[in-house]
T-cell receptor, first 114, second 112 residues
Framework: DSGVTQTPKHLITATGQRVTLRCSPR?????VYWYQQSLDQGLQFLIQ???????AKGNILERFSAQQFPDLHSELNLSSLELGDSALYFC?????????????FGSGTRLTVV | GESVGLHLPTLSVQEGDNSIINCAYS??????FIWYKQESGKGPQFIIDIRSNMDKRQGQRVTVLLNKTVKHLSLQIAATQPGDSAVYFC???????????FGTGTSLTVIP
């Protein structure tokens, strides 16, 4: 157990729907990072939050949004889902707002859009 | 964005042999590198890291080598075991960056 908790582990939904993925960071970590992993793209950075504030954005679509709550858990909202959104979604957490002291990944949410 | 690539997408080794997984990166400003291992259905797991002020770092059965001149990183696994079968990613970051840039991964298969 890495200490980073992601729920749900699996999600199957239809195109056009909206889903919310949840991440609880490791105890003491203030920063949360979201990544998308698809077969042909590898791990792609989506967005980072640090202590409730957005810190960095990567290749995140406008249909996707995220937030970090006062208790530091984070949610990634995916809307108007398309088949191509099917992927593994990982969050990672770190103590500081930069990853260059490494971070810890959760076990991911597998999203299947049908 | 940064380009981090792996030379070989798949690697098969005999149990007990040493494995070498290579990675090239393009950002000369990158100063922190990590190797992650990802088993099927699991999240990436930290193996070993190295900063740009070093050229070699050793862990338990693993060694990372960094050649900044040619922007190349390698992971050496000694006495490879079946449990080492997984996808291995290298990732790079800079001191001012907010993310890691990951390669596409090398799938290591250990043959018993």
């Amino acid at each position: 157990d890495s200490g980073v908790t992601q729920t749900p582990k699996h999600l199957i939904t239809a195109t056009g729907q909206r889903v919310t993925l949840r991440c609880s960071p490791r105890s003491g970590d203030l920063s949360v990072y979201w990544y998308q992993q698809s077969l042909d793209q590898g791990l792609q950075f989506l967005i980072q939050y640090y202590n409730g504030e957005e810190r960095a954005k990567g290749n995140i679509l406008e249909r996707f949004s995220a937030q970090q709550f006062p208790d530091l858990h984070s949610e990634l909202n995916l809307s108007s889902l398309e088949l191509g959104d099917s992927a593994l979604y990982f969050c990672a957490s770190s103590v500081v707002d930069r990853p260059n002291y490494g971070y810890t990944f959760g076990s991911g949410t597998r999203l299947t859009v049908v | 964005g940064e380009s981090v690539g792996l030379h070989l997408p798949t690697l098969s080794v005999q149990e007990g042999d040493n494995s070498i997984i290579n990675c090239a990166y393009s950002n000369s400003a990158s100063d922190y590198f990590i190797w992650y291992k990802q088993e099927s259905g699991k999240g990436p797991q930290f193996i070993i890291d190295i900063r740009s002020n070093m050229d070699k770092r050793q862990g338990q059965r693993v060694t990372v080598l960094l050649n900044k001149t040619v922007k190349h990183l390698s992971l050496q696994i000694a006495a490879t075991q079946p449990g080492d079968s997984a996808v291995y990613f290298c990732a790079e970051s800079t001191n001012t960056g907010n993310q890691f840039y990951f390669g596409t991964g090398t799938s290591l298969t250990v043959i018993p």
